[in-house]
């Protein structure tokens, strides 16, 4: 057994710091989760951690919370060592390695999809903003960002953990099999979003991709079409505020 609050080996480092890198989590399954309020939504969400590591100035501070027999290795480290796994400038000093997961959907009425969120910060602020209003599932299309890479995670701020998310879905299959209605967010011609909208649930909100917006072919698959129009001199939305609106509005 591994005692708490003992140095790792070289292997373990150079393994962790090898989770920075997307071929590398897909090979071993397993992902970084770092700063505070992360490791903290991962513990109340009772993630299966493989490794906690401690910056040794910071070992005080998690001992109380991790108690004398933590249930997953505790590691202290060097500033050297952690600078290795890290992957942020301004660091709080503790990183998790994390095994990989898929939580079922949940019971609820509205879903989100995404055709294309490239950017990691904006994937993990939508994960966020699905959890914040109870998404049945956040429905990712291909190409968007992977949502075990670090700045995912960071931007959901714990929210990964707790949000249940599909990724490379088809999105015309999964539109042409959705029960309820598919509501495609477009910039121009489609009913105001203060108007009176008539749907059958479940609901899933359809959105586009960051700078080019839904592609007229996803559009065309969905039942109804609603608009966002601007009331001063901006022309549009960037894809997190307008998901949060449009979830607000039909939620």
């Known amino acids: 057994m591994i005692e708490p609050y003992s140095a790792p080996t070289r292997k373990q480092v150079s393994d962790w710091s090898s989770l920075t890198q997307k071929k590398f989590r897909r090979e071993h399954s397993e992902f970084l989760i770092e700063g505070d309020v992360c490791v903290r939504e991962a513990l109340r969400a009772r993630v299966s951690l493989e490794a906690v590591l401690v910056l040794a100035s910071e070992v005080e501070k998690w001992q109380e919370e991790f108690g004398s027999r933590p249930r997953f290795p505790v590691f202290t480290v060097n500033s050297e060592t952690f600078g290795r796994i890290s992957t942020v400038e301004s660091s709080q000093g503790i990183v998790a390695v994390a095994r990989v997961f898929q939580l079922p959907p949940r019971a609820g009425k509205l879903a989100i999809l995404c055709e294309k969120v490239s950017d990691p910060g904006n994937c993990g602020a939508l994960v966020r903003v699905a959890d914040f209003f109870g998404a049945i599932e956040l429905l ?25 998310v599909q990724t490379d879905v088809d999105i015309a299959a999964f539109l042409r099999e ?42 065309a698959l969905c039942t109804d079409r609603i608009t966002l129009a601007p009331q001063g001199s901006a022309e549009s939305l ?14």
């Open 140 to 164: 990712l299309g291909p190409e968007s960002a992977e949502v075990w890479n670090p700045k995912v995670v960071r931007g959901s701020m714990g929210s990964l953990f707790h949000q249940p």
């Open 178 to 219: 959705w029960p309820g209605s598919s509501v495609a967010t477009v910039a121009h011609s489609g009913e105001p979003l203060h108007g009176k909208l008539n749907l059958k649930p479940p609901v899933v909100l359809v959105l586009g991709h960051e700078t080019r917006g839904l592609s007229d072919d996803v559009a």
């Open 238 to 251: 960037n894809l997190v505020t307008a998901a949060a609106v449009f979830a607000y509005a039909l939620s």
